[in-house]
């Protein structure tokens, strides 16, 4: 975090440029003419990578040399060099408060992106390696790298019930989807751990995002949701699908969907016309990988506008264990889009 808050080089680097120009031109230019008004800006120049200290010596070197320069032409105390001495000192006191307000900012920038980085993995907490009976690996790249979090959220929960994973994708950007992200994650974390089938989890969530939508008075939002349970032992896992991508079934070279019917999004079951499927039963055994993923991986386009062909780049591993997959995609898919215009969040597991 520090680094990414240090000056660059040429930033520093300009307060010695200014000075070898003004001493070039001082011997460029006849005897008579003193080139020091342009050292008149130095210590602001300096302020932009030092201290308040460093800019109140600078400026006193800056009209040191001034007047050296001046005395140099003969014209050291004539009234548009005292004039001139007068502007650096103000530029210097200036430049003083700017280098301290610079850096008051700094530090509140610092303690700013350590509260939001503690407050994105209390969110999102990082993907463990092992999930009850399960290995686990994930992927979350939000479209705005210095917000950390976007619309996209998942949680992997170890419950008496066995292991639990939520994927999913919030309708809409911006702070009201980090809210909702934040929100729904929550309700999961205690709903995962008190309810017994999958179903009704899903049921719970749904209605959850529907009573956060009608307070909030916004009809349109949704979540888009993939649940999946896995028993400890077990080679299958439960799988629900509220209105989200199909997961794939991944095995070297083949790349398969798995089977599930597709329910509403969570916040629009009331909707429905009947009632909600029962979670499906998908077979996992070790040598398959389940993959969950939101649109931002298979909408993210090359400079031509071709959209990631996930499917395609699959097939051509020959590695698909969870950690593999996952190291793939996060190359891959930037290799193909460069800079990504929507969060991309990849859940890949298996058994054993």
């Known amino acids: 975090m520090a680094a990414a808050l240090r000056t660059p080089a040429w930033v520093r680097l300009l307060p010695v440029l200014l000075l070898v120009a003004d001493l070039v031109l001082e011997w460029a230019v006849p005897r008579t003419v003193a080139a020091g008004f342009l050292l008149t800006v130095a210590p602001v120049v300096v302020a932009f990578s030092a ?13 040191a040399l001034q007047g050296l ?3 140099r032409a003969g014209h050291l105390a004539e009234q548009h060099h005292m004039w001139t001495y007068l502007a650096t000192a103000l530029a210097g006191a200036m430049g003083a408060g700017l280098a301290a307000q610079r850096r008051r900012q700094a530090r509140d920038l610092v303690r700013v992106r350590a509260v939001a980085d503690t407050l994105q993995h209390t969110v999102l907490r990082p993907v463990p390696a092992r999930a009850g009976g399960l290995r686990t690996a994930g992927l979350y790249r939000p479209a705005q790298a210095d917000v950390g979090i976007g619309g996209d959220l998942y949680e992997v929960c170890e419950t008496r019930y066995g292991t639990r994973i939520l994927l999913g994708d919030v309708r809409g950007k911006g702070l009201d989807a980090v809210r909702t992200v934040a929100d729904v994650i929550g309700a999961f974390r205690v709903s995962a751990h008190e309810t017994a089938d999958l179903g009704e989890l899903a049921d719970k969530l749904d209605r959850h995002v529907r009573r956060a939508a009608e307070q909030d008075g916004d009809r349109e939002l949704f979540v888009t949701a993939v649940l999946v349970q896995h028993r400890p032992g077990a080679d299958r896992i439960d799988l629900v699908n509220r209105g989200h991508l199909a997961p794939l079934l991944l095995a070297p070279g083949s790349v398969g969907t798995a089977s599930c019917p597709e329910g509403l999004p969570l916040g629009l079951g009331h909707l429905a016309a009947g009632p909600a499927e029962p979670p499906a039963t998908v077979p996992l055994p ?12 298979t909408e993210a386009r090359d400079r031509t506008g071709a959209f990631y062909p996930l499917a395609a780049r699959l097939a051509t ?3 698909t264990g969870p950690e593999a997959v996952v190291a793939f995609l996060d190359r891959d898919v930037r290799r193909h889009a460069g800079s990504l215009t929507d969060d991309v969040a990849v859940l890949a597991f298996t058994t054993g």
Do not use: E, I, M, Y
């Open 317 to 319: 591993l020959a590695a």
């Open 51 to 63: 201290g308040p200290a460093l800019v109140v010596g600078a400026t006193a070197a800056t009209v």
């Open 69 to 71: 320069l001046a005395l």
């Open 286 to 297: 070790p040598d398959r990988t389940l993959l969950l993923h939101t649109d931002g991986l």
